[in-house]
Protein backbone atom coordinates (compact mmCIF):
# COMPACT_ATOMS: atom_id res chain seq x y z
CA UNK A 1 0.00 0.00 0.00
CA UNK A 2 1.28 3.12 -0.87
CA UNK A 3 0.17 4.70 2.21
CA UNK A 4 2.46 2.23 4.45
CA UNK A 5 0.40 1.10 6.60
CA UNK A 6 0.36 -3.00 6.90
CA UNK A 7 -1.58 -4.97 4.36
CA UNK A 8 -1.11 -8.84 4.71
CA UNK A 9 -2.62 -11.94 2.59
CA UNK A 10 -4.80 -14.04 4.30
CA UNK A 11 -7.98 -16.80 3.45
CA UNK A 12 -11.71 -14.78 3.52
CA UNK A 13 -13.51 -17.25 6.24
CA UNK A 14 -16.27 -16.18 8.56
CA UNK A 15 -15.55 -14.73 12.14
CA UNK A 16 -12.32 -14.07 11.09
CA UNK A 17 -10.44 -10.67 11.66
CA UNK A 18 -10.38 -8.65 8.06
CA UNK A 19 -8.21 -5.51 8.93
CA UNK A 20 -4.77 -4.98 9.91
CA UNK A 21 -5.36 -2.55 12.37
CA UNK A 22 -8.87 -3.44 13.70
CA UNK A 23 -9.99 -6.16 16.03
CA UNK A 24 -13.17 -6.04 13.81
CA UNK A 25 -14.64 -9.41 12.08
CA UNK A 26 -16.15 -10.81 8.79
CA UNK A 27 -19.77 -12.05 9.98
CA UNK A 28 -22.15 -12.97 7.33
CA UNK A 29 -19.97 -13.90 4.43
CA UNK A 30 -21.16 -15.68 1.33
CA UNK A 31 -20.42 -19.36 0.42
CA UNK A 32 -18.87 -18.17 -3.00
CA UNK A 33 -15.93 -15.51 -1.38
CA UNK A 34 -15.28 -18.63 1.34
CA UNK A 35 -11.95 -19.82 0.96
CA UNK A 36 -10.81 -16.97 -1.47
CA UNK A 37 -7.16 -15.59 -1.42
CA UNK A 38 -7.57 -12.18 -0.03
CA UNK A 39 -5.92 -9.25 1.17
CA UNK A 40 -6.23 -8.27 5.23
CA UNK A 41 -6.38 -4.32 4.66
CA UNK A 42 -5.66 -1.14 7.28
CA UNK A 43 -8.78 0.27 8.26
CA UNK A 44 -7.00 3.71 8.70
CA UNK A 45 -6.92 3.61 5.41
CA UNK A 46 -10.48 4.30 4.66
CA UNK A 47 -10.36 7.77 4.10
CA UNK A 48 -7.57 7.41 1.49
CA UNK A 49 -8.19 10.15 -1.75
CA UNK A 50 -5.10 8.30 -3.70
CA UNK A 51 -5.73 7.15 -7.39
CA UNK A 52 -3.26 4.42 -6.36
CA UNK A 53 -3.33 3.09 -3.19
CA UNK A 54 -3.06 -0.48 -3.54
CA UNK A 55 -0.61 -2.31 -6.01
CA UNK A 56 -0.76 -5.88 -6.89
CA UNK A 57 0.43 -8.70 -8.95
CA UNK A 58 -1.60 -11.43 -10.62
CA UNK A 59 0.46 -14.56 -12.24
CA UNK A 60 -2.82 -15.83 -14.00
CA UNK A 61 -5.92 -14.20 -14.97
CA UNK A 62 -8.29 -13.61 -12.31
CA UNK A 63 -11.30 -12.54 -10.85
CA UNK A 64 -10.96 -9.87 -9.03
CA UNK A 65 -13.50 -8.70 -5.62
CA UNK A 66 -13.90 -5.68 -4.20
CA UNK A 67 -15.96 -5.69 -0.58
CA UNK A 68 -16.86 -1.97 -0.27
CA UNK A 69 -18.58 -0.57 2.48
CA UNK A 70 -22.97 -0.20 1.73
CA UNK A 71 -22.79 3.76 2.52
CA UNK A 72 -21.42 4.79 -0.72
CA UNK A 73 -23.58 7.21 -2.44
CA UNK A 74 -21.18 6.85 -5.70
CA UNK A 75 -18.28 4.79 -5.87
CA UNK A 76 -14.83 6.04 -6.90
CA UNK A 77 -13.59 6.03 -10.31
CA UNK A 78 -11.61 2.95 -10.35
CA UNK A 79 -14.67 0.88 -8.69
CA UNK A 80 -17.55 1.95 -11.17
CA UNK A 81 -15.81 -0.48 -13.85
CA UNK A 82 -16.26 -3.05 -11.51
CA UNK A 83 -19.70 -5.18 -11.70
CA UNK A 84 -22.29 -4.87 -8.72
CA UNK A 85 -22.54 -8.72 -7.55
CA UNK A 86 -26.06 -8.17 -6.58
CA UNK A 87 -26.43 -11.34 -4.92
CA UNK A 88 -23.71 -11.50 -2.53
CA UNK A 89 -23.44 -9.15 0.69
CA UNK A 90 -21.24 -9.34 3.42
CA UNK A 91 -21.49 -7.81 7.13
CA UNK A 92 -18.04 -6.79 8.82
CA UNK A 93 -19.03 -6.73 12.92
CA UNK A 94 -17.49 -3.75 14.48
CA UNK A 95 -18.16 -1.96 18.09
CA UNK A 96 -21.27 -0.16 16.62
CA UNK A 97 -22.60 -3.79 15.22
CA UNK A 98 -22.81 -4.77 11.81
CA UNK A 99 -21.80 -2.93 8.87
CA UNK A 100 -23.00 -3.81 5.84
CA UNK A 101 -20.76 -4.20 2.36
CA UNK A 102 -21.42 -4.72 -1.20
CA UNK A 103 -19.45 -6.99 -3.44
CA UNK A 104 -18.00 -5.70 -6.77
CA UNK A 105 -16.01 -7.86 -9.35
CA UNK A 106 -13.61 -7.42 -12.31
CA UNK A 107 -11.97 -10.11 -14.06
CA UNK A 108 -8.53 -8.94 -14.98
CA UNK A 109 -5.35 -10.77 -16.99
CA UNK A 110 -2.10 -12.02 -15.67
CA UNK A 111 0.17 -8.75 -14.47
CA UNK A 112 0.56 -6.22 -12.13
CA UNK A 113 -2.36 -3.59 -11.24
CA UNK A 114 -3.20 -0.66 -8.83
CA UNK A 115 -6.71 0.53 -7.37
CA UNK A 116 -7.46 3.76 -5.56
CA UNK A 117 -8.67 4.37 -2.37
CA UNK A 118 -12.16 4.51 -0.82
CA UNK A 119 -12.76 7.70 -1.16
CA UNK A 120 -10.18 8.51 -4.65
CA UNK A 121 -12.18 10.49 -7.39
CA UNK A 122 -15.63 9.96 -7.67
CA UNK A 123 -16.39 8.92 -4.60
CA UNK A 124 -19.30 10.21 -2.35
CA UNK A 125 -20.78 9.19 0.89
CA UNK A 126 -20.05 8.46 4.00
CA UNK A 127 -17.56 4.92 3.83
CA UNK A 128 -15.78 4.89 7.34
CA UNK A 129 -14.80 1.85 6.61
CA UNK A 130 -11.91 -0.01 4.43
CA UNK A 131 -12.33 -1.80 1.51
CA UNK A 132 -11.77 -5.36 1.68
CA UNK A 133 -9.78 -7.51 -1.90
CA UNK A 134 -10.41 -11.29 -2.58
CA UNK A 135 -9.20 -12.77 -5.87
CA UNK A 136 -10.64 -15.77 -7.72
CA UNK A 137 -8.15 -17.42 -10.38
CA UNK A 138 -10.47 -18.13 -13.61
Known sequence: ATSRRVYEPT????????YTDRD???INLPLELSGLHALR???LDY????????RFALKRASRVYIIYQAKA???PFWLQGFK??????????TPGGLSPFLVYSRDFPEG???????HAKGYAGIVFLNYLMAVKPL
Open 47 to 54: DSEADKLL
Open 41 to 43: SAD
Open 11 to 18: ILRARTQC
Open 24 to 26: YKL
Open 84 to 93: HEATLQVEIE
Open 112 to 118: SFAIGGA
Open 73 to 75: QRL
